[in-house]
């Protein structure tokens, strides 16, 4: 069976991984950019921030696994959530939005991020 015909990949633990960092990193570049912007009052706390990132990325993984066609992309999976992901969440949410984000957020960073969906 090729790729393009299989209707459900596993989740990559690794591009779960890379997207929770890259969001991660991503907020706290935020808030050294907007100083008003409070990470801890965000998500009551910044484990519970950890906890929603760690949740946005695996949302963004299942979702990505029954929609994304990897085959045509040019880039490693992983590393191109770790490059790319934090700023397209960002860009379509504020960080303050993030306790939010839902699987119907997650086409609209696959389109922000140009990946080719089903």
């Not at 596993?10 to 991984?17: I, L």
């Not at 949740?55 to 490059?83: H, T």
Request: include cysteine; glycine fraction near 6%; hydrophobic fraction near 50%.
């Amino acid at each position: 069976m090729q790729a393009d015909q299989i209707p459900w990949l596993e989740p990559d633990s690794a591009a779960v991984f890379a997207a929770a960092m890259s969001l991660w990193t991503a907020c706290h570049a935020e808030q050294k950019r907007i100083p008003t912007l409070n990470l801890g009052a965000c998500c009551n706390g910044m484990d519970q921030l950890m906890r929603e990132v760690m949740r946005i990325a695996e949302v963004f993984e299942k979702w990505a696994c029954g929609n994304v066609l990897f085959e045509r992309l040019d880039d490693v999976w992983p590393y191109m959530m770790q490059d790319r992901f934090g700023a397209a969440c960002l860009h379509l949410m504020g960080a303050n939005d993030l306790a939010g984000f839902t699987q119907a957020d997650c086409a609209r960073v696959a389109l922000w991020l140009g990946l080719p969906i089903r």
